[in-house]
């Protein structure tokens, strides 16, 4: 099953606008990321958020994180055209031994219109 | 992409034949990692390697079997390619820091089993 599950599933905004994406997740985590992927390429890191942490800014990028909901925001503040493209979520769990791998949502398509 | 490499970007192929994909790194990361993503379903990991041979499975590794004797290659094989083995593979390192699993996609491979 799906650690990380991100809504809406398609969002079409106009430049300028604000973008918000969520994730929610099923198991306590180590931490919280969040990737890019344009149309054809690989995925490319935005952030990462840590359980113990709650809000972290990069640049037009906030991402939150609410434990006790078992969930993430990422807001795309002023969005340009250039932000089209899949965002995912990936969660890191608490091993219970060994090595901990991250575990991807299904992905929210952004569309951002001139 | 962080130096990492993926051959052959595309690739065709009959059922039951076998394929080996090569993800190349140039940066001597310890952890590599090859997803699937299919529509649907996001990214699912396959097998990882945390050094030089060791490996171990992950979510979808029926089918695929993987090798690194060198810490700059990682190999994913199916051994007799079947119809729903179609997808595009990722490759993925992750550095070393701590806890966290921040990763690094490779461009990946779009492989199609007729």
């Known amino acids: 099953s799906q650690q990380g599950e991100e809504d809406p599933q398609a969002l079409s905004i106009q430049e300028g606008e604000n973008a918000t994406m969520n994730c929610s997740y099923k198991?306590?985590?180590?931490?919280l990321q969040w990737y890019r992927q344009n149309s054809g390429r690989g995925l490319v890191h935005l952030i990462l958020?840590?359980?113990?942490?709650r809000e972290k800014h990069s640049g037009r990028l906030r991402v939150t994180l609410d434990t006790s909901k078992k969930s993430s925001s990422l807001l795309i503040t002023a969005s340009r055209a250039a932000d089209t493209a899949s965002y995912f979520c990936a969660t890191l769990l608490l091993p219970n031994s060994g090595y901990s791998t991250l575990t991807f949502g299904k992905g929210t398509m952004l569309l951002v219109s001139p | 992409d962080a130096g990492i490499t993926q051959s052959p970007r595309h690739k065709v192929t009959e059922t039951g034949t076998p394929v080996t994909l090569r993800c190349h790194q140039t940066?001597?990361?310890?952890?590599m990692y090859w997803y699937r993503q299919d529509p649907g379903h996001g990214l699912r990991l396959i097998h990882y390697s945390y050094g030089v041979k060791d490996t171990d499975k992950g979510e979808v590794s029926d089918g695929y079997s993987v090798s690194r004797s060198k810490t700059e290659d990682f190999l994913l094989t199916l051994e007799s390619a079947t119809s729903s083995q179609t997808s595009v593979y990722f490759c993925?390192?992750?550095?070393?820091?701590?806890?966290?699993?921040?990763?690094?996609f490779g461009p990946g491979t779009r492989l199609t089993v007729l």
């Open positions: 993925a390192i992750s550095e070393t820091r701590g806890s966290y699993n921040e990763q690094f």
């Open positions: 940066e001597n990361h310890r952890y």
């Open positions: 198991t306590s985590i180590n931490n």
């Open positions: 958020i840590r359980s113990n942490e």
